[in-house]
């Protein structure tokens, strides 16, 4: 699946072998091209290139700064996980190729005792 983040003009991509659990491993994160926006619009379609099809997932916001060097932490807050039964919002971290969620305490599922 592709991660994308609107930024500017276009969408900063990785690629993920699937969506990252709240509080869960993390994931590899394989930087890709930049994305049209218009991918952020769609809920499905033709991939270029008869390379097969794209379907959204979950959509959402994002709040924080995408910091200008892609080799920086990025560390941003998401809105919009409910429909993955996630707690939201969720902090989303992407460094040294790595992709993690964690739900803020208030929002992490209660521990059984």
Do not use: Y
């Amino acid at each position: 699946m592709d991660l994308l983040l609107e930024d500017g003009e276009s969408c900063r991509t990785w690629r993920l072998s699937s969506v990252p659990l709240p509080n869960g491993p993390s994931l590899q994160a394989i930087p890709l091209p930049r994305h049209r926006l218009i991918w952020l619009e769609r809920t499905s379609a033709a991939v270029s290139g008869g390379r097969g099809w794209g379907r959204r997932i979950v959509g959402g916001a994002f709040q924080g700064v995408l910091p200008d060097d892609p080799n920086e932490l990025i560390k941003v807050d998401l809105r919009g996980t409910a429909a993955l039964h996630f707690p939201d919002p969720l902090t989303l971290e992407l460094a040294d190729g790595r992709c993690r969620l964690h739900a803020s305490a208030h929002n992490a599922p209660a521990q059984s005792t």
